[in-house]
């Protein structure tokens, strides 16, 4: 059965500062990859998804992440962040051959002026 | 627009009063799933339907149903609440076939059981 770590349960940061959120997984098959971002009192929105090919992957809203397949990680950046990026964030895993998502516990960020 | 529509958002319950929570999806997508989601422990699937009248149980299943008579609706029963499923609940939908691999996530339904 696969599993996926998020190593920060919360990360503050200032407006126009640059955030890194670490996410790793562990699966004996081939996997696929999603970062999913929570706004306050709304549903999940995907972010950003690995299927293949190459591993730096461009997100919606200025987000990126790369897939490191010796470390098993996948970490979310964004370079300059904003007060709206305040949100939760979930890293998610999927088998290449089943369509269950097994999500990490969530990384809070929140974003100060 | 292609969307996941849950009803209710918000529901307070006692304990022992059976519920249902609806959630339907306009994408004709095959498979369909619950989460719950608590502080600290993420999203965790409680049962999956790979299609009509296909379901089966996820990680945390105790005290729930669902049903799939219908492509488009699936709904999670509470037969008899406890304050143990004081929760977020979502249901999200995914096609089994094509290049969409993603799952689509309603808006969630906050549910308190005293």
């Known amino acids: 059965a696969q599993s996926v770590t998020q190593l920060d349960s919360q990360v503050p940061v200032f407006e126009e500062a640059p955030v890194e959120l670490r996410c790793n997984y562990s699966?004996?098959?081939?996997?696929?990859l999603f970062w999913y971002v929570q706004y306050p009192n709304q549903g999940l929105q995907l972010l950003l998804k690995?299927?293949?090919?190459?591993?730096l992957v461009k997100g919606i809203n200025g987000f990126e992440a790369e897939f490191n397949k010796s470390q098993t990680s996948f970490h979310l950046r964004k370079p300059s962040v904003h007060i709206s990026d305040t949100a939760e964030y979930f890293c998610?895993?999927?088998?290449?051959?089943?369509?269950?998502?097994?999500f990490g516990a969530g990384t809070t960020v929140t974003v100060r002026a | 627009e292609a969307q996941v529509t849950q009803n209710p958002r918000y529901l307070i319950t006692v304990t022992g009063k059976k519920l249902t929570v609806t959630c339907s999806q306009n994408?004709?997508?095959?498979?369909m799933s619950w989460y719950r989601q608590d502080p600290g422990l993420g999203l965790r699937q409680i049962y999956y339907?790979?299609?009509?009248?296909?379901?089966d149980k996820g990680d945390v299943p105790e005290g729930y149903k669902v049903s799939r008579k219908e492509k488009r609706n699936f709904p999670l029963i509470l037969e008899s609440p406890s304050p143990n499923q004081t929760s977020l609940y979502f249901c999200?939908?995914?096609?089994?076939?094509?290049?969409?691999?993603?799952?689509?996530f309603g808006q969630g339904t906050r549910l308190t059981v005293v």
């Open positions: 998610a895993v999927r088998l290449i051959n089943d369509y269950k998502l097994s």
């Open positions: 994408m004709n997508h095959e498979y």
């Open positions: 339907s790979m299609n009509v009248e296909v379901t």
């Open positions: 699966s004996s098959v081939s996997v696929y």
């Open positions: 999200a939908s995914s096609p089994s076939t094509g290049s969409h691999t993603e799952a689509f």
């Open positions: 690995y299927l293949s090919g190459s591993t």
